[in-house]
C-alpha cells in the first residue's frame, strides 16, 4: 500500500521569504501526487497535481512542485510566501482506482 | 454552481447517541468519500462508493455507517460504537476512472462529544 510522508509539521517563514514543503511517498508502481491546502474551519482545495509528463507542475497561488521519482518526493515550493498562504497543506497519492491517501499535513505560519 | 454540500457545519452529540452527517453533491461525480480530520494525523478515510447501492470500509470504519440509495448523497452515522467521535468530517466526491480532476470536497462537518 502507498504512503505519504510530510517530513515537517509546522513551517514558520517570513512573509516574501520563499518555502519549500516536504513529501516523500512510497510505493512500487506509478501514482498520482497532489497538493491541498486547508484553510481554518474550510474543506481542501487542490492547488497543484502530477499525473505524467513534466515533472514541474505549477498550481494556483504562484505554488509549484517537483515530482522526482528517483527520491520519490513531491516538494511544494513558493518563491515569496504571502501572510494570506497561512493554512495547512496536504500531500496526497493516488494510485489506480484506490482513494486518495494523505499525508499529516504541514501547518504554515507566514510571519509579517 | 455545481459542489458538495455538508451539513450541519457544527453538531453536537450526547454520549450514547447516534447522529447522522449530510453530505449531498450535484456534480454528477459517481464516487463519494467520506473523511475523518483529527489535528496532527491528517485525513483518515472512513468509508467510500464508487456506485450506487455499493460502498467500501476506509482504514477507520468502526463505530460508523454508510448508505449510498441516491447518486448525490451519502450519509455518514456516527454510532454510539464510535469510542472517540469527536473530529472534523470532510465529504468528497470524484469522477470515477479518472484522476484528472482530483476529488471536490465539502466545507466539513464539526462533531463535538458533550
Known amino acids: 500500500a502507498q504512503s505519504v510522508t510530510q517530513l515537517d509539521s509546522q513551517v514558520p517563514v517570513f512573509e516574501e521569504a520563499p518555502v519549500e514543503l516536504r513529501c516523500n511517498y512510497s510505493s512500487s508502481v506509478s501514482v498520482y501526487l497532489f497538493w491541498y491546502v486547508q484553510y481554518p474551519n474550510q474543506g481542501l482545495q487542490l492547488l497543484l497535481k502530477y499525473l505524467s509528463g513534466s515533472t514541474l507542475v505549477k498550481g494556483i497561488n504562484g505554488f509549484e512542485a517537483e515530482f522526482n521519482k528517483s527520491q520519490t518526493s513531491f516538494h511544494l515550493r513558493k518563491p515569496s510566501v504571502h501572510i494570506s498562504d497561512t493554512a495547512e497543506y496536504f500531500c496526497?497519492?493516488?494510485?489506480?482506482?484506490?482513494?486518495?491517501?494523505f499525508g499529516k499535513g504541514t501547518r504554515l505560519s507566514v510571519i509579517a | 454552481d455545481g459542489g458538495i454540500t455538508q451539513s450541519p457545519k457544527y453538531l453536537f452529540r450526547k454520549e450514547g447517541q447516534n447522529v447522522t452527517l449530510s453530505c449531498e453533491q450535484n456534480l454528477n461525480h459517481d464516487a463519494m468519500y467520506w473523511y475523518r480530520q483529527d489535528p496532527g494525523q491528517g485525513l483518515r478515510l472512513i468509508y467510500y462508493s464508487q456506485i450506487v447501492n455499493d460502498f467500501q470500509k476506509g482504514d477507520i470504519a468502526e463505530g460508523y455507517s454508510v448508505s449510498r440509495e441516491k447518486k448525490e448523497s451519502f450519509p455518514l452515522t456516527v454510532t454510539s460504537a464510535q469510542k472517540n467521535p469527536t473530529a472534523f468530517y470532510l465529504c468528497?466526491?470524484?469522477?470515477?476512472?479518472?484522476?484528472?480532476?482530483?476529488?471536490?470536497f465539502g466545507s466539513g462537518t464539526r462533531l463535538t462529544v458533550v
Open positions: 496526497a497519492v493516488i494510485k489506480g482506482n484506490t482513494p486518495l491517501v
Open positions: 468528497a466526491s470524484s469522477i470515477t476512472g479518472t484522476v484528472n480532476y482530483g476529488y471536490t
